[in-house]
């Protein structure tokens, strides 16, 4: 039985941009965002312990975390799992999308340290120290009504599938799918022989799922427009 590095090696060294044999890709990016997240949550702690009580750095610990979390959006490849973990990661893809609302929400209330006109409101020094708090309660309740809504992790943020191909080209894949059962969803696996056996993981996506994805591109650009705005407001606005 083949074991786990050599796994790698083979996904790694037969990745095929024009075949779509892509697998490989998907553990480089795997152990990368793992890397990344943990760097961010160092650098988050590090801003925390220096200064507490600061309502700025509550802030900054709050998206560096919630930056980290998203950046490791590829557990599944981590390490070849098996069907069984579809559960676990079907909840780490809520508290991923959780992360995501919090993102946005910290996005656009940089407002609050960088004065901007017209929201003066989040000056307020009440606003600034509770708001590493109030938002992620915030986010709770948007993520939590949205799986209510819609009957479900998977009816929500979409279903997952395993998909196993076996030892040889020939053989029909098997999938398992949670936590929609879906006895007619079409798999299929790579022609190349030295790619077998092998499994793979499919997040399905919903219009929801997407357009959360999609919105942190119009909420980094508002908030980089605050940010650009901000400068020509007096610094004394902050007192």
């Not at 220096?50 to 959006?73: D, I, Q, T, W």
């Not at 946005?104 to 409101?121: D, H, I, W």
């Not at 599938?161 to 020939?170: E, P």
């Given at each position: 039985?083949?074991?786990v590095?050599?796994?790698y090696?083979?996904?790694?060294?037969?990745?095929?941009?024009?075949?779509?044999?892509?697998?490989?890709?998907?553990i480089?990016?795997?152990?990368?965002?793992l890397?990344?997240?943990?760097?961010?949550?160092?650098?988050?702690?590090?801003?925390?312990r220096?200064r507490?009580?600061?309502?700025?750095?509550?802030?900054m610990?709050l998206?560096l975390?919630?930056?980290?979390?998203?950046?490791?959006?590829d557990?599944?490849?981590?390490?070849?799992?098996?069907?069984?973990?579809?559960?676990?990661?079907?909840?780490v893809?809520?508290?991923?999308?959780?992360?995501l609302?919090?993102s946005?929400?910290?996005y656009?209330?940089?407002c609050?340290?960088?004065?901007?006109?017209?929201?003066?409101?989040?000056?307020?020094?009440?606003?600034?120290n509770n708001?590493?708090?109030?938002l992620?309660?915030?986010?709770?309740?948007?993520?939590?009504?949205?799986?209510?809504s819609n009957?479900?992790?998977g009816?929500?943020f979409g279903n997952?599938?395993?998909?196993?191909c076996?030892?040889?080209?020939q053989?029909?894949?098997?999938y398992?799918s949670?936590?929609i059962?879906?006895?007619?969803?079409?798999?299929?696996?790579?022609?190349?022989?030295?790619?077998?056996?092998f499994?793979?993981?499919?997040?399905e996506?919903?219009?929801i799922?997407?357009l959360?994805?999609?919105?942190?591109?119009?909420?980094?650009?508002i908030?980089?427009?605050?940010?650009?705005?901000?400068?020509?407001v007096?610094?004394?606005?902050?007192q």
């Amino acid at each position: 039985m083949q074991n786990v590095g050599d796994y790698y090696v083979r996904m790694i060294t037969n990745i095929d941009l024009f075949k779509g044999e892509t697998i490989g890709i998907s553990i480089i990016f795997s152990w990368l965002g793992l890397f990344i997240m943990i760097y961010l949550f160092i650098l988050a702690s590090l801003i925390l312990r220096a200064r507490p009580s600061a309502a700025e750095n509550r802030f900054m610990f709050l998206l560096l975390v919630a930056e980290g979390f998203k950046a490791s959006f590829d557990w599944k490849y981590l390490y070849p799992f098996g069907p069984e973990m579809m559960p676990i990661f079907q909840n780490v893809r809520v508290v991923w999308y959780f992360f995501l609302v919090l993102s946005l929400l910290l996005y656009v209330s940089v407002c609050a340290f960088y004065p901007v006109k017209y929201f003066g409101f989040m000056n307020n020094k009440k606003v600034r120290n509770n708001i590493y708090w109030i938002l992620p309660v915030i986010s709770f309740l948007i993520v939590f009504s949205i799986i209510r809504s819609n009957d479900g992790i998977g009816n929500a943020f979409g279903n997952m599938y395993y998909v196993k191909c076996l030892t040889s080209t020939q053989e029909q894949p098997i999938y398992q799918s949670y936590p929609i059962q879906d006895p007619d969803y079409q798999t299929s696996c790579f022609d190349t022989p030295e790619y077998h056996p092998f499994a793979y993981f499919i997040n399905e996506s919903t219009p929801i799922s997407i357009l959360l994805v999609w919105s942190q591109v119009l909420f980094s650009f508002i908030s980089l427009n605050i940010s650009t705005n901000s400068a020509s407001v007096a610094p004394n606005c902050l007192q």
